[in-house]
Structures are given as C-alpha cells and as structure tokens.
C-alpha cells in the first residue's frame, strides 16, 4: 500500500506540468468559451472566469493576447445587429478582470479598451448597440460599456486619510469629479428585467457590479469631501472656483429625479450629499474671499507701478509730479 503511494507520488512528480495559458489562440478559445451566447442568460461560469483570469499569472504577452481577444470578441457581437448577451458577458467579465485580476492582466486591459489617440478606435463605443430583440441586456450593454469607461479613467487611489492627505489640491479635486461621475453613471442605469433575478442572471449580475462601483464611488467622494473640508483654507481661487463646479455637479446629479426610483443605487447617500452641499457653501465663500483678496493685490500693485512713473513737467519752477496713473504720456503743466 505504501509502495502504491509513493508510486503515484513519483508519477505526478515526473509528469510534465500543464502548460499556461499565452498563445492568441489560448486567449481566443478561452474567451469563446466564457462569452457563448448560449446560455444566454448565464453570466460567464465561475471555472471559465478562473481560467481568464490564469492569463495574468504568465508573460505580459499572454495577457496582452487576452485583452486583444477581448476587444475582437466585443466588435464581433456589435456588428451587424448585434449580440447583446455575447457583449454583456464581455463587459462582465472584463469588469470582474479589472477587478480581480493580476496587475499584468489589468494594465494590458486597460491600455487595450482605451481610446487609441492615433487610430481614435474605442472598443466601449457602444452607445449605438443595436437593441434587436433582446432589449433588456442590449441597454445594459450600452450601460455598462459607459460605465466602464468612467471605471478606466477613475485613479489608482485609496480612501485612507494618509494617501488624501498627501495629495496636492488640484489632485484631489480631480480625484473628487472622476468618482462623483462613476456614482452619477450608476443612477442613469436601465431598469433591470424584472424584480427577481432568475429570468435574465446576466443582467442581474450586471446590477450587482453597477451597485459594487456605486458604493466604492460613495466612499471615495465622502472621504475627498471629508479632507477637502479640512484644507479649505489653503485653496487658491482657481482651485476653489473648480471644487465648487464640481460640488454642484454632485448636488444636481442627487436633486434630480433618478431613472429607477425604486432601487437603492439610484443616487448618493443622504448624508454624503448633505455634506456636500455644506462643503459647497464654505468653498463659495472662500471664492469670495479670494476674488476680494486678489483684486486689493491688483490695485496695489497696480498703484505701486505707477507711483514708480516720474514724468517731468514744465512749470514755471521746473517740479517734478509724480502721476497716480499711467495714461498721461507728455509732459502736464502744474500750475496755470
């Protein structure tokens, strides 16, 4: 019995290890496999995900020969009347490689579905997909490729108070627009088929990823509006005129009616768009006082120019006059 054991010991041993995963066809068939149309209303399985996500545990190549399959994967379901659940399964799957992935995997992907600045070619341009038949997967195609997009240009940030502390002000305004667009994308979401999840599972499971970046978005805005409120003093007007539009984005996008009143992730926290709304007011009159400050710093230096301007002028003694303003140019008598 224990020659048996360690026999089979041997044996797995000597066996040559699978190989992983790197070719453009490895990437291509893995794809398929994860994105058939059929089931199509079955988000892709946990074993195909797992072995997308293999690709990010080898050579940058392999990951670069996935994040390519993804995007001739998407094109071919956007053409001609379109494949909704084939798309949607790419847009869920790329969500949860972006999330979950090896950093490889993430940074190829991110440089494969961003907008090339020579070619201009977007793989997420899929405002225009068809809505065939399959209407409700279809929109939540053009939904989560939006959606998406915003995720790719959000930072690499954190909530923690020591990483937002060391950011400079325009930084952390930035920061404060690009997740306050993420959690304003969510409440623009279409209406879900139906209130239980088992007739459309795709979509559902593309619900819980819009409802997942709607709350890491809420917790990023509450922390930059929470460290922002402590530094309000040290902004210039520039800064704080820019963090008061942005401010107001926030409160309009909550003001407004939402698309889908009835679901949770239809708009921000109470709380955080209250204190929004608070921040908003103190940075106001911060823009105040530095639009008062910067125009006494104006006419200062202004008169002190000019007081430097010594024109002669011919009076019967000959005095000098200093001018309290530069559009004299000749010589003014003093005295008549």
């Avoid at 794809?31 to 892709?44: D, E, F, G, Q, W």
């Avoid at 979950?100 to 993430?106: E, H, N, P, S």
């Avoid at 963090?243 to 909550?254: F, K, M, N, S, W």
Wanted: glycine share 6%.
């Amino acid at each position: 019995m224990g020659g048996l054991k360690l026999r089979r010991l041997a044996s797995s041993l000597l066996s040559p290890c699978p190989a992983s995963p790197g070719s453009a066809a490895d990437a291509l068939h893995a794809v398929a496999r994860a994105t058939a149309h059929h089931p199509s209303t079955a988000p892709p399985s946990a074993h195909h995900m797992d072995a997308l996500l293999a690709f990010g545990h080898g050579s940058r190549l392999s990951a670069a020969a996935l994040a390519a399959a993804f995007v001739d994967r998407l094109r071919a379901a956007a053409s001609g009347h379109g494949d909704a659940p084939v798309a949607l399964k790419c847009l869920v799957a790329l969500r949860v490689l972006l999330a979950r992935g090896a950093f490889i995997l993430r940074d190829q992907l991110v440089a494969a579905l961003t907008r090339h600045p020579a070619s201009g070619r977007n793989p997420l341009a899929l405002a225009a997909f068809p809505l065939g038949r399959s209407f409700a997967a279809a929109s939540w195609v053009r939904f989560s490729a939006l959606l998406l997009e915003l995720v790719l240009l959000l930072p690499d940030a954190s909530a923690d108070a020591e990483y937002l502390s060391a950011l400079a002000n325009p930084h952390l305004i930035a920061e404060l627009a690009a997740f306050a667009a993420v959690a304003d994308a969510v409440r623009h979401a279409p209406q879900p088929p139906s209130s239980a999840p088992q007739p459309n599972a795709l979509v559902w499971e593309a619900v819980r990823l819009a409802d997942e970046d709607r709350v890491a978005a809420e917790r990023h805005v509450a922390a930059r509006v929470q460290e922002m409120g402590e530094r309000l003093d040290t902004l210039s007007l520039a800064d704080a005129v820019e963090l008061v539009c942005v401010l107001r984005r926030v409160e309009d996008g909550a003001a407004s009616a939402p698309s889908t009143p009835e679901w949770k992730w239809a708009g921000l926290d109470e709380d955080v768009v209250r204190a929004t709304r608070r921040l908003r007011e103190r940075a106001e009159e911060v823009v105040l006082r530095r639009t008062v400050e910067e125009r006494r710093l104006v006419r200062r230096d202004f008169g002190s120019a000019s007081a430097r301007l010594l024109l002669p002028l011919r009076a019967g003694r000959g005095d000098d006059v200093r001018l309290g303003s530069t559009r004299w140019a000749g010589a003014i008598s003093a005295c008549r």
